[in-house]
């Protein structure tokens, strides 16, 4: 992981541009955070969501990274590019302008190659990883890389109405504020006076606590065979199915489903339902037919909600405020709903 740099030091304009977030989490919180440089990879509608609330929070230095060119379709859901004379630009290229001036403070750049062909010591410069758009053996690999050198991992994707992101903090230690009750003042027991004594026995204070995550590839491969995993299944949301399903099209097709070709796509993904399910030991009919109808396209209010989720979980695993989510959060926008599971090897 990056050394940290001026982690004691904030300036007078910074903490008058970060006063209610200050206020929010704490002068300390807010000095991590500047102090903080993430690597946000995959620049459609959910990246585009992720990095607005990387900025506004005041990351030290924030890197866009997509060597994917802008398609008629980024513009419904990502608003950082411009809707006129952005078609065949690098996607992240276009999003510059426009992230850049949502907080100057920001150290906002851009980097238009491959993740895929990026060696290990490049991911070293980051304290947090954050994946969209990625195959599955890409997500595992990185995962795998960021676990190594203690680097903060995170991935989401949008598939049309559902949403999902995963975190890997490895052992990650956090503050979370504990409300303490002491008793009441004796000889004062009825009347307006006991609510106030009760009101001024009350106090804040800072617990330390640690919470360990599994990787990526681990929370994938649960084995449902065991009783104990059997009776966690009926627990379980089937969006992780769904999950499942979707990475296992984009790693056969290359690309996501396409509305264009949606008689085609929504073949081959009941297809790999059937298969990957059935290799799971777990029966296909957990994941309904109709699935299909609604995981085409990215929906910009999922959008909004996942990226929403996704970089308060950033900014509370860079200030270590606050418990993270761990390990999986899954959004249904036809329910209106989100969920956080955690799933893994135990």
């Given at each position: 992981?990056?050394?940290?740099?001026?982690?004691?030091?904030?300036?007078?304009?910074?903490?008058?541009?970060?006063?209610?977030?200050?206020?929010?989490?704490?002068?300390?919180?807010q000095?991590?955070?500047?102090?903080?440089?993430?690597?946000?990879?995959?620049m459609?509608?959910?990246?585009a969501?992720?990095?607005?609330?990387?900025?506004?929070?005041?990351?030290?230095g924030?890197?866009?990274?997509?060597h994917?060119?802008?398609?008629?379709?980024?513009t419904?859901?990502?608003?950082?590019?411009?809707?006129?004379g952005?078609?065949?630009?690098?996607?992240?290229?276009a999003?510059?302008?426009?992230?850049?001036?949502?907080?100057?403070?920001?150290?906002?750049?851009?980097?238009?190659?491959?993740?895929?062909?990026?060696?290990?010591?490049f991911?070293?410069?980051?304290?947090?990883?954050?994946?969209?758009?990625?195959?599955?053996d890409?997500?595992?690999?990185i995962?795998q890389?960021?676990?190594?050198?203690?680097i903060?991992?995170?991935?989401?994707?949008?598939?049309?109405?559902?949403?999902?992101?995963?975190?890997?903090?490895?052992?990650?230690?956090?503050?979370?504020?504990?409300?303490?009750?002491?008793?009441?003042?004796?000889?004062?027991?009825?009347?307006?006076?006991?609510?106030?004594?009760?009101?001024?026995a009350?106090?804040?204070?800072?617990v330390?606590?640690?919470?360990?995550?599994?990787?990526?590839?681990?929370?994938?491969?649960?084995?449902?065979?065991?009783?104990?995993?059997?009776?966690?299944?009926?627990?379980?949301?089937?969006?992780?199915?769904?999950?499942?399903?979707?990475?296992?099209?984009?790693?056969?097709?290359?690309?996501?489903?396409?509305?264009?070709?949606?008689?085609?796509?929504?073949?081959?993904?009941?297809?790999i339902?059937?298969?990957?399910?059935?290799?799971?030991?777990?029966?296909?009919?957990?994941?309904?037919?109709?699935?299909?109808?609604?995981c085409?396209?990215?929906?910009a209010?999922?959008?909004?909600?996942?990226?929403?989720?996704?970089?308060?979980?950033?900014?509370?695993?860079?200030?270590?405020?606050?418990?993270?989510?761990?390990?999986?959060?899954?959004f249904?926008?036809?329910?209106?709903?989100?969920?956080?599971?955690?799933?893994?090897?135990?």
């Amino acid at each position: 992981m990056v050394e940290k740099e001026e982690v004691g030091t904030i300036s007078e304009e910074e903490a008058a541009q970060y006063d209610r977030q200050i206020r929010l989490w704490g002068l300390e919180a807010q000095k991590r955070l500047r102090a903080s440089r993430v690597l946000l990879v995959g620049m459609k509608g959910l990246g585009a969501e992720v990095a607005k609330n990387l900025i506004l929070a005041g990351v030290k230095g924030l890197t866009m990274m997509d060597h994917q060119k802008v398609s008629p379709e980024d513009t419904g859901a990502q608003f950082l590019i411009p809707t006129t004379g952005s078609s065949g630009r690098n996607r992240a290229e276009a999003s510059l302008e426009r992230a850049q001036n949502l907080n100057p403070m920001v150290d906002v750049k851009v980097d238009t190659e491959n993740v895929e062909n990026k060696p290990e010591t490049f991911f070293t410069q980051f304290d947090a990883v954050c994946l969209t758009c990625c195959s599955r053996d890409v997500l595992v690999k990185i995962d795998q890389i960021c676990y190594k050198n203690s680097i903060k991992f995170f991935t989401g994707d949008v598939f049309g109405y559902h949403g999902y992101m995963f975190a890997n903090l490895g052992e990650h230690e956090f503050v979370e504020e504990k409300t303490k009750v002491s008793k009441v003042s004796p000889g004062v027991e009825d009347g307006p006076d006991t609510k106030k004594a009760k009101l001024e026995a009350t106090e804040t204070m800072m617990v330390k606590k640690k919470v360990v995550f599994c990787p990526f590839k681990e929370a994938l491969e649960v084995d449902w065979s065991s009783d104990k995993a059997k009776a966690a299944l009926k627990r379980t949301t089937c969006d992780y199915f769904l999950l499942q399903v979707l990475l296992k099209f984009r790693t056969d097709k290359g690309r996501d489903p396409q509305s264009g070709a949606y008689g085609e796509d929504s073949e081959l993904l009941l297809q790999i339902r059937n298969d990957l399910l059935e290799s799971l030991g777990v029966n296909p009919d957990l994941l309904p037919d109709d699935f299909v109808s609604y995981c085409f396209s990215e929906m910009a209010p999922v959008c909004a909600v996942v990226g929403g989720v996704l970089g308060q979980e950033v900014v509370k695993a860079l200030s270590q405020r606050d418990p993270p989510h761990n390990n999986f959060f899954f959004f249904d926008g036809i329910k209106g709903n989100g969920i956080v599971e955690c799933l893994g090897p135990k």
